[in-house]
């Protein structure tokens, strides 16, 4: 079965420093791979995914993962963050026949400072 | 057009209660997934469901139910609440499979 450990619970960084938060999946098979964003009280927005192809996937809000299968990695960057970037990020692994069924990572709670 | 909407937003149950929480998917979406996300276990898959059929189901008690009408609105029931049951419930849409999700805003559930 799929699994995914995003190994940080809690980042900070400062505004206009860069970010990455990691995410280590297992899978048998080639993953779909997903980083969403949960502001608090709110759903879960999708900020990139991948399925195949080039393994650098650029998201919305100025967000890139790199997939790299051989380290079982998917890990998110942003070059500068933005005050407005501070919530909880979620990285997941769905199955190649159907991604809606989806496992979570724990989550990184981002923080950031003026 | 309208997002992914979740009714209640909160809700207060004691234990022993049952409880049904409502989504309504992105209109023309066929396919309606929930999970439930906790402090402790954070986010985890319950089921699936795609045109009226539940197609995947994750590792829940039977007491956790759901089931999706011919409009693709769906319902999640939960009998016999017990105080772990206390969550953010979210639903999910998408066209279909491999579609994008879409996620409402959840249904806060307290079990007193």
């Known amino acids: 079965a799929q699994s995914v450990t995003q190994p940080d619970i809690h980042i900070t960084v400062s505004e206009g420093a860069s970010l990455e938060l990691r995410c280590n999946y297992s899978?048998?098979?080639?993953?779909?791979l997903f980083w969403y964003v949960q502001s608090p009280g709110q759903g879960l927005q999708l900020l990139l995914k991948?399925?195949?192809?080039?393994?650098l996937v650029q998201g919305i809000k100025g967000f890139e993962a790199e997939f790299k299968r051989s380290q079982s990695s998917f890990n998110l960057r942003k070059p500068s963050v933005h005050w407005s970037d501070a919530a909880e990020y979620f990285c997941?692994?769905?199955?190649?026949?159907?991604?809606?069924?989806?496992?979570f990572g724990a989550g990184t709670r981002l923080t950031v400072k003026p | 057009k309208a997002g992914v909407t979740q009714t209640p937003r909160y809700l207060i149950k004691t234990r022993g209660q049952q409880v049904t929480l409502s989504c309504s998917p992105i209109?023309?979406?066929?396919?309606v997934s929930w999970y439930q996300q906790t402090p402790g276990q954070g986010l985890q898959f319950l089921f699936e469901y795609f045109s009226e059929t539940q197609r995947n189901k994750g590792n829940f008690p039977g007491r956790f139910s759901g089931r999706q009408f011919s409009n693709s609105r769906s319902e999640m029931n939960v009998s016999t609440l017990e105080l772990g049951d206390s969550a953010l419930y979210l639903c999910?849409?998408?066209?279909?499979?491999?579609?994008?999700?879409?996620f409402g805003s959840g249904t806060q559930l307290s079990v007193l």
């Open positions: 991948y399925f195949s192809g080039d393994t």
């Open positions: 209109s023309g979406h066929r396919s």
């Open positions: 899978y048998g098979a080639t993953p779909y």
């Open positions: 999910a849409s998408s066209f279909g499979t491999n579609e994008k999700l879409f």
């Open positions: 997941a692994v769905a199955s190649y026949n159907n991604n809606n069924d989806m496992r």
